[in-house]
């Protein structure tokens, strides 16, 4: 009944114009038809209703409304923008439309730098028993692409919808290091808080007098616990990792490892406290997700490194549900793990056996996208103890179309992407020398994939350098790329869906291997 009223109103409303029909979106509420139509390359919601029920509707914002018949009766229908205000009903009225606490499934972050790409990511997840994270966007990512966390949440509201899907999804409001980022987040109805204390994190260059010293003036009020205490506790403490060699390894703190760890890592501990609390206040009894990152630092996390860390957080009430650290080897962006694949994964082990016996909580990878050599070592360790996050691959998959549909906007994207290189790597670990980079004009339009999309230098000077090319306007005030950008992807939209969907499906099959076969 619902494909015959929607075809009903289409012939009244949409003669002689361009619109595509949301199928999977057509959903029954209150006697009422709800669905997505494309009008050009703006989407709407499309509501129909009998007569009577229009009063309903009345909270919805919409630019136009009508009556056309159907059979023998007649139906009203509005036309909505597809904005922040009626996002925010959809939620109410849908509740598969809104965010929820994941808890300690395992989960795949799926960030979209460009607020198009969830369909693909939902498409993706659909046939895994993994749980998806569809907003997940840095204060980092939001301030170079010109987005607030409400725009994040609305987007994928807007595209959960879109898709039909009704598997649940979480917000996580990533890589969070002030008060400010998070309330906004926590206002826009984020799930999932990841705290990066970072830029608390002392560096390991003390001398032994110089580290008693500043073991001796940590702030001991703010860690509730006098020195004295803190040192009966850790010189006590214990932790025995059974490994699977048989063999079984003792963490325990010598005084010299404990003043090391206390200093470099204290004032990190109180940030992520405060940052906690603020939360258990503002959710009250309602669930939330909450992280912890340390990945972006200079110096693999160590075991024993890993066991204060988590046993502080403990000690001052914080509930772990995930845990980034930072790896053995190298996550750069947009390429793949650069480092001793035996080495990572017996570091890999003794922290996922630390996560099991101290929690559990989750090892999450952060930098994730494209590491596929590790992937299998993640799949068959721990798949149902992984939050694998990634972000930049989908704008980079994005980017393979343009390449294919728009050479022409490709080559300008690359050019000022060079030009915009060194300033925007100053925040990301990546490695790539523009001088390695080919000439354009010795590149054909038919191998501008192959040349700078495959190979490390292109996909890491493309990736970093997403913020200056979506926020780069022309002297009249006027987007240089980011329309441009949309138009591409909108006209080829489902070839970009399924370009997308192709690309992350790889990444679950082969780190969530093990957890899906069982």
Known sequence: MIPSIVNGFIKS????????????????KNRCVFFLIRENLERKLVIICPQDSFRFLRSFSFEEHGIFNYGFKKLNYIICPCDSKNASIIREFFPYTHPRAIGLRAAIGLGDRLGLATPGHIRAVKQFNVFPVLAQQS?????????????????????????????????????????????????????????????????DDHSAEGLKRKFESLPW????????????????????????????????????????????????????????????????????????S??????????????FLISELKRFGVRVHGLALRFVGRFEKAVDYIGDLKEFENSFIEHLLISKQCGPYKISVHSGSDKFSIYPILGKLASNMIHLKTSGTSYLESLRLIAKHDPKLFKDILRHSLEHFWKDRKSYHVNADPTLIPNLDDISDQDLERTFLERADGRQILHVTYGSVLMARDSDGKWLFRERIRRILLENEEEFYEAIARHIRRHIKECFTQHNKG
Request: with cysteine; glycine share 4%; net charge neutral.
């Open 13 to 28: 409303y949409g003669a002689g114009k361009t619109i595509k029909i949301y199928e999977s979106s057509m959903v029954r």
């Open 139 to 203: 204060a980092r990512e939001m301030e170079r692409t010109g987005r607030r966390p409400q725009d994040v949440l609305d987007d994928v509201t807007w595209a959960v919808f879109q898709e039909g899907y009704r598997g649940g999804f979480a917000a996580d409001a990533d890589h969070l290091k002030t008060e400010e980022d998070l309330y906004e987040a926590f206002k826009a109805g984020f799930t999932m808080y990841t705290i990066d204390p970072s830029d608390y994190i002392e560096a």
């Open 221 to 292: 009020s703010e860690m509730e616990c006098s020195k004295e205490r803190f040192l009966k506790i850790y010189m006590r403490k214990r932790l025995v990792l059974r490994m699977p060699n048989g063999k079984d390894k003792e963490l325990k703190f010598s005084e010299d490892d404990l003043f090391k760890a206390a200093v470099k890592f204290s004032l990190a501990i109180i940030f992520t406290t405060r940052m906690y609390r603020r939360l258990r206040k503002l959710f009250r009894r309602k669930r939330f997700d909450f992280e912890v």
């Open 294 to 307: 340390i990945d972006e630092i200079e110096q693999p996390t160590t075991s024993l490194e890993h066991f």
